[in-house]
């Protein structure tokens, strides 16, 4: 269980990645064109908030019930804080999910308000970029300092 979850999580963050990148580029088209809010902006930051949203519930799932890094740390969590990979998983890859989780909706929220499409836009384009960068640092990349494969069969 605790493999097929992982890999799961593994694959859905190209989806994460890929709609994020989508949502972004649309707003800052949409804010430096002064172009209209369409419906497609709006489709664009849903796809990205229901796949990180979907992201967080798998991860949530590795966090809680199925990692045998974190549920080891949590038998003892204030030793565990001295292993900088115990760290990494118990604390600040979910701390810097969560943050950017709550920009991307912050951003959708507000870009779904108001009738002023050039700030919409810009809301959108300003919490998404923010998000996306916040999950760039969190994810754990083969070039990171807790390097995992690009994709779980490599
Ligand atoms: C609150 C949200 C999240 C939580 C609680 C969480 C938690 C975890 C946990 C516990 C692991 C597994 C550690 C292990 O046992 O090996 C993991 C791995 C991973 N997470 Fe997350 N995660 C979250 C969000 C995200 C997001 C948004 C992304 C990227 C878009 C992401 C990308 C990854 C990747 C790439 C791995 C490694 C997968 C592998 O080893 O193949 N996570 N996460």
Do not use: C
């Not at 890929?18 to 002064?34: D, K, P, S, T, Y």
Request: no cysteine; hydrophobic share 55%.
């Amino acid at each position: 269980m605790y493999t097929a979850v992982l890999d799961i999580h593994s694959l859905i963050r190209w989806l994460v990645i890929l709609f994020g990148l989508l949502a972004i580029v649309r707003a800052f088209r949409g804010w430096f064109g002064r172009k209209e809010w369409r419906p497609q902006d709006d489709r664009v930051g849903l796809w990205f908030t229901v796949s990180l949203d979907t992201q967080t519930l798998f991860g949530m799932l590795l966090y809680l019930f199925f990692s045998p890094i974190t549920t080891s740390t949590f038998q003892n969590f204030g030793t565990a804080m001295a292993d900088s990979e115990r760290r990494f998983w118990a604390v600040e890859h979910i701390t810097m999910m969560v943050l950017a989780l709550v920009f991307a909706h912050i951003g959708r929220a507000l870009s779904k308000k108001g009738n002023v499409p050039a700030r919409r836009h810009r809301q959108a384009a300003f919490f998404y970029l923010i998000a996306i960068l916040v999950i760039f640092f969190g994810v754990p990349w083969p070039f990171s300092r807790q390097a995992r494969p690009l994709l779980p069969f490599l």
